[in-house]
Every structure is written in structure tokens, then in C-alpha cells.
């Protein structure tokens, strides 16, 4: 027997980050059918679908391609499969999230008939609608739109946008010669038509262009015109070098021409022309895909849920809860008083907004520190930067270029601040700054006092409103004096500066959390309280989850919130049987880390800006900070506690790396979410979470 036998022979220890992805994707898909959310809302799930099904393919298909097809592709992978295994799954995955999101899409179309809204070419085109689509074409569509001849040398397409491919026919005879038409992505997808009262017409660009092919064409027949688009690979490495910039933009210029993974056309479209796309593009059969609807479903159905205007469709509207404490001039006085803890979108942005403003307006704050990943385009954060370094403060940015997507953005923002005199780092050689710090140092009474935010989400005021996340607003010296040595460190090009209370990726986080689990392991083999609560986003750190195993093999009670990806294995008898893997998806996107170790019954809470993924831990520069002020380490304790109730929007993954619904388990019915959006504060601050998430394991340990 060769090594690949043995190996598939063994029981795999941990499950395949990539079909973990596409199960994500599929809980996210279950909530667009679900008939408990409003019907916007489930198309606005449906669009979010799409839109991660276009990343994924982005990012992860390339690589998943290049191992299926290379000379390695029989070798075992830890998951059990081999690459040519997998590659064949996961095309069977995106296949039937596709045709399950085609039929989600018919269903939401048919249920806004019924409310009133139709939607081309339900209706036919009355005179008073053919005069407002050609107003339409001439004033706001022809101006946009890009012709272009098909021929070899066809200059590259741009990626994830609706083409549309048309066989003409001289008008004088000959033979048919084919054009490409773009349509425009600056103007809206949907268009209004004029109509009866009480019912809304509608009608999409693409049909509307359709109607007026001649006007493009005149001197040619169009025999046929179908919509194409295309994702192609966009994960390129970078040539890094102390010049960060210049390595992203290079890239940048790469991903214009990066190898087509994935093409969509329109079921109607005649297989000859399917056939010459195909060939353009070097796409096999299996990475085509013909639509049964309406291509990019991600941004229709965001377009339609942003126009809109049915609030008896969608979620109620909520207002974030305003910490006034935090939003007057007294905010500095307030967090000398006091550690604050934030918790978006349920608490408002605004105070991490103020803390910037007064900063840039106070005479006696001396320095502005802030290390910004992903920003928005007209962000406050970023203004009021701009106006401390106006107001002569010294103000220094790690504005990281290497934010995924975001890349070409932050180049323009963080050049626009060096424009005004701050000091603009766009990242350090070899390692992608995800930490997310504030620090203001402020002269008060002839000596430096520092104050500092400490989040585990971006400073970006739009997201805010929909990730969940965690913000910590302190004075606290050491924090304080940690911050400053980090700042120091990334200003020295990533040197490590030795620090006592924050814990630094790629040095120091990982040999943290070890150190944090195995205290836990010999807790419990001594016979004294242990538990681990933890909360992140992905978790795929093999060496992390073995520290987990032997956790659990202790008997420490190990319960995981994990929204998206995770390979550990729970409920396995004798390797992970005290592991219970929970996730939440639901209107907010859970964004937040943080982690609860019981420490024989006096409980330590950290937040994060990383999940226990190889790259946060290894190849990111990432923050993990303790919570001291005991009120503020409850309100993490409570948070937990509510989402592990949750018997509403919760999965619980089983060793098969499948997701069930979490059971109820005799649990009152509860939305974890729902309720901090009525009551954030009385979450927090610790009123109404009395529920016991684990009471089977009375007895062995309790949880925090």
C-alpha cells in the first residue's frame, strides 16, 4: 500500500475549506427560502448569493483548477479527497446553487406580480412606454454604451458585466458578422414605465437596449442578440517589495487579463454563438453555465431592493442606538472615566466619528495614529483625518493597498490624505495589515495621555450599519503604551516592538491563543473550570484546531460561533465530541471576533481583529486585545450567551461538514439579533439573558 492509500485509509481530521464555503453560501441561500423574512429581504439574500458565487470563483476557482489539472491531482489532500475529487464536487456545488438560485429568482418574481410590481415582458409596451424607453435609450443609455467588432484581436472584456453578443446581417447581403455591445454599469439596471395606477411597470436595461438594436446598427439586420458575462480569475500574487504601491498597481493591470473561469450566457442563445464565446474564452463545457433568468442576479436584485420604496416588504427599520456619552465635546473626559464598549449596527457609528472630529479639533491633542483597511468613497473617517493634519496635527496612516477589491480605492484615498500632509503608509513588505486601531495622544496637564479604539470590523461608517461588530473606546495606559510601540513598529516597516497587553500577528497572536486553549486543557485534566467560547468568522487554522482537539479530548466544553468557513471536525468521539460549531445568518452579517476562556472560574475576554485562519495568524499584521473593565467583559460574556441560544437563525455543522438548523432543544423561541435591535443595551449591560447554552455538560465545567 503507497502513502496516498494510507492516507486514504485514515480518518480525515479536518474537513475541505472549499465545500465549507459553498455550505456557507447555501445557509445564506436557505434564508432567501424562507418564507419568514420579508420578500425584499429574501431577494436582497438571493442577490448576496450571487454576488458570493462571483468571489468565490474570483478567488478560490483558479488554484482549485490548477491542483485538479496538474501533476499532483491523485495525491490526498487532508480532507480525504483528492484535488480532481474535489474540483469535481465543487462544480457539482455551484451547479446546484445556481439552479436553486434561478428557481429562488422565479419565485420572488412571481410574488412581486402579485404585489403589484411586473417586470418586461410580462405586459406589452404601450405607445406611452415606447416613447419613455426611447427617451430612456437616447438621453441615458446610447451616450454609455460601448460597440465593439468581433475578431481575433478582440480587445480584453471587462469581467462581471452584462455583454451582450449580436449577429448582424448586411442589409445589402453577405455574410453575418458578429459585435459586442456593453451595456452601461453607471446607469440603473431597472427603468419605471409609464402604466395603470397600482401597478408598478418596470423594465431592465437589457430589454430596453434590445428595442432599439437598429438604432444601433442601421446599416445591418440583428438576427439575434443574447447577454453574456463572464468572472475570470482575479487572485494574482504580488511582486512585494518595500514599494507596496507600485507592487498593487501592477497587479491591478493583471487582473484586466486574468483566465476566464466562468461563463454565462442566456439560455436562448443559439449554440453556435454559445460555441464561439466559448472557444474566445478557452471555457470547457463544465464552466459554462446557460441562465434560465436574468444574468447578474446580484446586482438586479440589489437595484431592486435599493428603488423600492415597500417597507411593508422588507425588515422594519431600526435606528442604531446613540451612546450620548460619546457624541458631545466632553467624549475625551468620558472615556478617561470609563471603558466603553461598542457594538454595530446596534449601538451608531457615530462616536467613533466624533472621537476623529474633536481629535482633529482639539487644541491639545498632539497625534493621530490609525491603521485603515476598507473605507467608504465619501468617508468621515477619512475627512476628519484630513482635517486634523489641515489643523496641524501630525497624523499618520497605514492605509492598507492590499485590501482585497478595495485596492484602487484606498490607493486614491490614501494619496488624498498625503495631498494634505498626513504621513501615508500603503502597507508593509510581505505582510497585509488587517488590524483595525485608533490611537489620538493628547496633552492633558503637561503630561501624554493616549486614547484608543480597538475594533474587530473596518472604519468604514457604511458597513457599520450592516456587519456586526465590536469597538472598545479606552484610556487605558497600557493599551495606550502597547499602541503607541505598535504604531512605531509598522512606521519602522513591520519591526516588532515588544509589548505586554496587545497581541501582534504574525508574532506574537498565535502562540497567544495556544497558550489561552492549553491553559484551558490542563484546567480541566486538573479537575478545575474550563470552557472556551469563541466567536470569528472563519476558522482554518489546522495547528489552532489540534490545540481545539486536545481541548475537547480534556473534557473542556469548546462551543464555536463560526458564521462561514470551518474545517474542525465537531462531535467526533474521541477527538472532538465536547465541540459544538454554531452559525448565525440572519439581516446583520456577523463580522465580530471574540473569545471567552474560563481560566478556572475567573474568565478572560479578548476581541480580535482575526480569525483563526493561517492568514490572519501568519501572514497579517492583527491585533488581539484583552477586555478588562468588568462590565464591558460581561456584555462580551452576555452576547455569547445570547448567540448560542439562538434558536431562530443558528446551524449547527455536523461531523460530516453538513448544517442542520440548530435545534430547539425544549429552548424558548429566540432571535438573537432581533433581540439586540430592541434592546442592545439591556443585552449588554446584562438584562434578559438567563438562558443556559449548555446545559448538558452540568457537571463537567461550566461555560462563561
Given at each position: 500500500?503507497?502513502?496516498?492509500?494510507?492516507?486514504?485509509?485514515?480518518?480525515?481530521?479536518?474537513?475541505?475549506?472549499?465545500?465549507?464555503?459553498?455550505?456557507?453560501?447555501?445557509?445564506?441561500?436557505?434564508?432567501?427560502?424562507n418564507?419568514?423574512?420579508?420578500?425584499?429581504?429574501?431577494?436582497?439574500?438571493?442577490?448576496?448569493?450571487?454576488?458570493?458565487?462571483?468571489?468565490?470563483?474570483?478567488?478560490?476557482?483558479?488554484?482549485?483548477?490548477?491542483?485538479?489539472?496538474?501533476?499532483?491531482?491523485?495525491?490526498?489532500?487532508?480532507?480525504?479527497?483528492?484535488?480532481a475529487?474535489?474540483?469535481?464536487?465543487?462544480?457539482?456545488?455551484?451547479?446546484?446553487?445556481?439552479?436553486?438560485?434561478?428557481?429562488?429568482?422565479?419565485?420572488?418574481?412571481?410574488?412581486?406580480?402579485?404585489?403589484?410590481?411586473?417586470?418586461?415582458?410580462?405586459?406589452?409596451?404601450?405607445?406611452?412606454?415606447?416613447?419613455?424607453?426611447?427617451?430612456?435609450?437616447?438621453?441615458?443609455?446610447?451616450?454609455?454604451?460601448?460597440?465593439?467588432?468581433?475578431?481575433?484581436?478582440?480587445?480584453?472584456?471587462p469581467?462581471?458585466?452584462?455583454?451582450?453578443?449580436?449577429?448582424?446581417?448586411?442589409?445589402?447581403?453577405?455574410?453575418?458578422?458578429?459585435?459586442?455591445?456593453?451595456?452601461?454599469?453607471?446607469?440603473?439596471?431597472?427603468?419605471?414605465?409609464?402604466?395603470?395606477?397600482?401597478?408598478?411597470?418596470c423594465?431592465?436595461?437589457?430589454?430596453?437596449v434590445?428595442?432599439?438594436?437598429?438604432?444601433?446598427?442601421?446599416?445591418?439586420?440583428?438576427?439575434?442578440?443574447?447577454?453574456?458575462?463572464?468572472?475570470?480569475?482575479?487572485?494574482?500574487?504580488?511582486?512585494?517589495?518595500?514599494?507596496?504601491?507600485?507592487?498593487?498597481?501592477?497587479?491591478?493591470?493583471?487582473?484586466?487579463?486574468?483566465?476566464?473561469?466562468?461563463?454565462?450566457?442566456e439560455?436562448?442563445?443559439?449554440?453556435?454563438?454559445?460555441?464561439?464565446?466559448?472557444?474566445?474564452?478557452?471555457?470547457?463545457?463544465?464552466?459554462?453555465?446557460?441562465?434560465?433568468?436574468?444574468?447578474?442576479?446580484?446586482?438586479?436584485?440589489?437595484?431592486?431592493?435599493?428603488?423600492?420604496?415597500?417597507?411593508?416588504?422588507?425588515?422594519?427599520?431600526?435606528?442604531?442606538?446613540?451612546?450620548?456619552?460619546?457624541?458631545?465635546?466632553?467624549?475625551?473626559?468620558?472615556?478617561?472615566?470609563?471603558?466603553?464598549l461598542?457594538?454595530?449596527?446596534?449601538?451608531?457609528?457615530?462616536?467613533?466619528?466624533?472621537?476623529?472630529?474633536?481629535?482633529?479639533?482639539?487644541?491639545?491633542?498632539?497625534?493621530?495614529?490609525?491603521?485603515?483597511?476598507?473605507?467608504?468613497?465619501?468617508?468621515?473617517?477619512?475627512?476628519?483625518?484630513?482635517?486634523?493634519?489641515?489643523?496641524?496635527?501630525?497624523?499618520?496612516?497605514?492605509f492598507?493597498?492590499?485590501?482585497?477589491?478595495?485596492?484602487?480605492?484606498?490607493?486614491?484615498?490614501?494619496?488624498?490624505?498625503?495631498?494634505?500632509?498626513?504621513?501615508?503608509?500603503?502597507?508593509i513588505?510581505?505582510?497585509?495589515?488587517?488590524?483595525?486601531?485608533?490611537?489620538?495622544?493628547?496633552?492633558?496637564?503637561?503630561?501624554?495621555?493616549?486614547?484608543?479604539?480597538?475594533?474587530?470590523?473596518?472604519?468604514?461608517?457604511?458597513?457599520?450599519?450592516?456587519?456586526?461588530?465590536?469597538?472598545?473606546?479606552?484610556?487605558?495606559?497600557?493599551?495606550?503604551?502597547?499602541?503607541?510601540?505598535?504604531?512605531?513598529?509598522?512606521?519602522?516597516?513591520?519591526?516588532?516592538?515588544?509589548?505586554?497587553?496587545?497581541y501582534?500577528?504574525?508574532?506574537?497572536?498565535?502562540?497567544?491563543?495556544?497558550?489561552?486553549?492549553?491553559?484551558?486543557?490542563?484546567?480541566?485534566?486538573?479537575?478545575?473550570?474550563?470552557?472556551?467560547?469563541?466567536?470569528?468568522?472563519?476558522?482554518?487554522?489546522?495547528?489552532?484546531?489540534?490545540?481545539?482537539?486536545e481541548a475537547?479530548?480534556a473534557?473542556?466544553?469548546?462551543?464555536?460561533?463560526?458564521?462561514?468557513?470551518?474545517?474542525?471536525?465537531?462531535?467526533?468521539?474521541?477527538?472532538?465530541?465536547?465541540?459544538?460549531?454554531?452559525?448565525?445568518?440572519?439581516?446583520?452579517?456577523?463580522?465580530?471576533?471574540?473569545?471567552?476562556?474560563?481560566?478556572?472560574?475567573?474568565?478572560?475576554?479578548?476581541?480580535?481583529?482575526?480569525?483563526?485562519?493561517?492568514?490572519?495568524?501568519?501572514?497579517?499584521?492583527?491585533?488581539?486585545?484583552?477586555?478588562?473593565?468588568?462590565?464591558?467583559?460581561?456584555?462580551?460574556?452576555?452576547?455569547?450567551?445570547?448567540?448560542?441560544?439562538?434558536?431562530?437563525?443558528?446551524w449547527?455543522?455536523?461531523?460530516?461538514?453538513?448544517?442542520?438548523?440548530?435545534?430547539?432543544?425544549?429552548?424558548?423561541?429566540?432571535?438573537?439579533?432581533?433581540?439586540?435591535?430592541?434592546?442592545?443595551?439591556?443585552?449588554?449591560?446584562?438584562?434578559?439573558?438567563?438562558i443556559?447554552?449548555?446545559?448538558?455538560l452540568?457537571?463537567?465545567?461550566?461555560?462563561?
Open positions: 500500500m503507497d502513502g496516498s492509500d494510507k492516507r486514504r485509509g485514515e480518518q480525515p481530521r479536518t474537513l475541505c475549506r472549499e465545500l465549507s464555503w459553498l455550505q456557507f453560501n447555501q445557509r445564506v441561500q436557505a434564508e432567501a427560502d418564507p419568514d423574512n420579508p420578500l425584499l429581504e429574501r431577494a436582497k439574500f438571493l442577490s448576496i448569493v450571487a454576488s458570493n458565487l462571483d468571489e468565490f470563483i474570483q478567488v478560490r476557482y483558479h488554484r482549485l483548477l490548477e491542483a485538479a489539472q496538474g501533476p499532483d491531482a491523485g495525491r490526498m489532500l487532508a480532507c480525504g479527497l483528492t484535488p475529487e474535489l474540483m469535481l464536487r465543487v462544480n457539482k456545488a455551484i451547479l446546484r446553487q445556481q439552479n436553486l438560485q434561478y428557481m429562488l429568482y422565479e419565485g420572488v418574481h412571481s410574488e412581486l406580480y402579485h404585489q403589484g410590481v411586473q417586470f418586461y415582458p410580462v405586459f406589452m409596451l404601450t405607445d406611452a412606454m415606447r416613447a419613455r424607453c426611447k427617451e430612456i435609450f437616447l438621453h441615458d443609455l446610447l451616450p454609455r454604451l460601448h460597440l465593439a467588432a468581433w475578431n481575433e484581436e478582440l480587445e480584453p472584456l469581467q462581471k458585466k452584462l455583454l451582450m453578443l449580436v449577429r448582424l446581417r448586411p442589409r445589402t447581403g453577405g455574410a453575418p458578422r458578429f459585435a459586442t455591445v456593453a451595456l452601461s454599469s453607471s446607469q440603473k439596471r431597472i427603468y419605471d414605465l409609464p402604466g395603470e395606477e397600482g401597478t408598478r411597470y423594465i431592465r436595461q437589457e430589454d430596453l434590445k428595442q432599439f438594436l437598429p438604432l444601433l446598427f442601421p446599416e445591418d439586420q440583428a438576427e439575434e442578440a443574447s447577454l453574456f458575462r463572464f468572472v475570470r480569475n482575479q487572485d494574482f500574487p504580488l511582486n512585494e517589495g518595500d514599494d507596496v504601491a507600485t507592487a498593487v498597481r501592477e497587479m491591478l493591470l493583471k487582473r484586466r487579463t486574468g483566465a476566464v473561469m466562468r461563463l454565462e450566457a439560455e436562448r442563445m443559439s449554440a453556435d454563438m454559445l460555441a464561439l464565446l466559448m472557444k474566445r474564452f478557452g471555457v470547457p463545457p463544465e464552466r459554462r453555465y446557460r441562465v434560465t433568468g436574468p444574468l447578474d442576479l446580484s446586482k438586479l436584485l440589489m437595484t431592486l431592493y435599493g428603488q423600492m420604496d415597500r417597507p411593508e416588504l422588507k425588515y422594519p427599520k431600526a435606528e442604531p442606538v446613540t451612546v450620548k456619552a460619546l457624541t458631545g465635546e466632553d467624549i475625551f473626559a468620558n472615556i478617561a472615566r470609563k471603558d466603553w461598542l457594538y454595530h449596527p446596534y449601538h451608531s457609528f457615530e462616536p467613533v466619528v466624533n472621537l476623529l472630529n474633536r481629535a482633529a479639533a482639539d487644541a491639545d491633542v498632539c497625534s493621530v495614529k490609525a491603521t485603515l483597511y476598507r473605507v467608504g468613497g465619501n468617508s468621515p473617517v477619512v475627512r476628519a483625518l484630513q482635517h486634523a493634519a489641515e489643523n496641524g496635527k501630525q497624523v499618520t496612516v497605514l492598507e493597498a492590499r485590501a482585497r477589491f478595495d485596492e484602487e480605492n484606498n490607493l486614491l484615498l490614501g494619496e488624498r490624505l498625503r495631498r494634505v500632509g498626513c504621513t501615508v503608509l500603503f502597507g513588505p510581505y505582510y497585509k495589515t488587517h488590524s483595525k486601531a485608533l490611537l489620538i495622544t493628547r496633552m492633558e496637564n503637561g503630561e501624554l495621555k493616549r486614547y484608543l479604539h480597538l475594533g474587530t470590523g473596518n472604519y468604514h461608517d457604511g458597513t457599520a450599519r450592516l456587519y456586526t461588530d465590536l469597538g472598545l473606546l479606552t484610556a487605558d495606559p497600557r493599551l495606550g503604551e502597547d499602541a503607541a510601540r505598535f504604531f512605531y513598529g509598522l512606521e519602522g516597516n513591520g519591526q516588532p516592538f515588544a509589548m505586554t497587553s496587545l501582534k500577528a504574525p508574532e506574537d497572536l498565535k502562540p497567544a491563543l495556544l497558550t489561552l486553549i492549553g491553559r484551558e486543557t490542563r484546567n480541566a485534566l486538573c479537575g478545575l473550570p474550563a470552557g472556551i467560547v469563541a466567536k470569528m468568522n472563519g476558522l482554518l487554522d489546522v495547528t489552532v484546531i489540534n490545540a481545539l482537539y475537547s479530548r473534557g473542556v466544553p469548546v462551543e464555536l460561533i463560526v458564521r462561514g468557513v470551518c474545517v474542525l471536525m465537531p462531535g467526533v468521539p474521541g477527538l472532538s465530541e465536547n465541540i459544538r460549531v454554531t452559525s448565525i445568518i440572519g439581516r446583520q452579517l456577523e463580522h465580530a471576533r471574540a473569545f471567552c476562556f474560563l481560566n478556572g472560574g475567573e474568565p478572560e475576554v479578548y476581541l480580535s481583529s482575526a480569525d483563526w485562519m493561517g492568514r490572519n495568524l501568519d501572514r497579517r499584521v492583527e491585533l488581539m486585545f484583552p477586555v478588562r473593565d468588568a462590565a464591558c467583559k460581561q456584555a462580551v460574556c452576555n452576547l455569547l450567551r445570547l448567540q448560542l441560544a439562538d434558536t431562530c437563525k443558528a449547527r455543522l455536523m461531523p460530516d461538514g453538513t448544517y442542520i438548523r440548530s435545534p430547539a432543544d425544549g429552548r424558548p423561541t429566540l432571535n438573537a439579533q432581533e433581540t439586540l435591535q430592541n434592546n442592545v443595551d439591556a443585552v449588554l449591560g446584562g438584562g434578559g439573558v438567563w443556559d447554552t449548555r446545559p448538558e452540568d457537571g463537567k465545567a461550566e461555560t462563561p
